[in-house]
């Protein structure tokens, strides 16, 4: 792999296990379903955020690379004691889920803060004193509503093949909460653009309005298949339907999250 793509694939890794791992352990504890954690998603986010931290401290260490110059870049910078502070938070969700698998409240807790925590290792840290702080609270709801939506639609499609009852509970559940992440998720996704560019538009045909254009048709037609699900297959009680449209709903969700962290790796003025 070019060593230019390595970076944002182990991030893209990272976060969308961290996304799964969030959503499904939220959802299960919704719907009060006794799955049990999803640990190689929770395994896969750790192993790669330990990865993506160590790439991110021997590219900032540069070419006289050392052991300590690593430990010297993550313990002292902003963005390295981000790094550190994460890695932390996604050991502590790994090992709750093998000492206390079922408690779900716990879990779901640790892995928003395993999730939310990306937040602050981006564009949002790159401004000061209040602005920091909101951009870094708006990017974390950010992750956490496509977290919820992408992480629960799994287990919503499991639960569907098995049929009513569960399939209407789940699906209720679902479409209750899913509402309110996608009004978070476009809200705050918009809220971090206006501050990323300060409010003007960007340049036409530049990568980042091209990558931006291309995620946003893309949420259009997430948001098309979940309005289909919900208003009109739903309430027909088209569960296979409803099935496999939020397959294709998962699929398109993954294509944003990667257009996504393309956008948080990249910069919007180019
Ligand atoms: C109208 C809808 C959306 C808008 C306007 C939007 C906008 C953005 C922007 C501007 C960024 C870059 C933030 C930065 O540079 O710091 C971003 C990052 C991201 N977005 Fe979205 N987004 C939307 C929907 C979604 C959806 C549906 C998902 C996935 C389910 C998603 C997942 C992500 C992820 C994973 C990141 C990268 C975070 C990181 O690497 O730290 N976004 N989004």
């Known amino acids: 792999m070019e060593p230019d793509l390595a970076a944002p694939a182990i991030r893209l890794i990272a976060i969308g296990a961290a996304m799964f791992a969030f959503g499904s352990l939220l959802f299960a504890e919704l719907t009060k379903t006794d799955a049990p954690p999803p640990r190689a998603a929770i395994a896969i986010s750790l192993a790669a955020s330990i990865l993506a931290a160590l790439i991110w401290a021997a590219e ?48 779901s807790a640790l892995a928003a803060l395993s999730l939310s925590s990306f937040a602050p290792i981006g564009h949002a840290a790159a401004s000061d004193g209040a602005a920091q702080v909101i951009r870094i609270l708006i990017q974390a709801i950010h992750l956490l509503g496509a977290g919820f939506w992408l992480g629960a639609l799994p287990l919503l499609v499991r639960r569907l093949a098995a049929g009513a009852p569960a399939a209407e509970h789940a699906a209720s559940v679902f479409s209750r909460y899913a509402t309110v992440a996608v009004f978070a998720l476009v809200a705050a996704g918009l809220a971090n653009l206006f501050f990323l560019t300060g409010g003007r538009p960007l340049a036409p045909g530049s990568e980042y309005a091209r990558t931006l254009f291309v995620k946003l048709a893309v949420v259009i037609g997430a948001i098309t298949l979940a309005g289909l699900n919900r208003f009109w297959f739903s309430p027909q009680g088209m569960h296979r339907r409803v099935g496999a449209l939020a397959c294709v709903e998962i699929l398109l969700l993954l294509l944003a999250a990667m257009l996504g962290v393309k956008l948080a790796m990249s910069a919007p003025w180019r």
């Open 60 to 107: 900032v260490a540069g070419p006289l690379m050392s052991l300590q110059r690593v430990a010297h870049v993550l313990s002292v910078t902003l963005i390295g004691k981000a790094w550190l502070f994460h890695v932390g938070a996604a050991a502590a969700l790994a090992a709750c889920a093998l000492r206390w698998p079922r408690r779900r409240r716990l879990l």
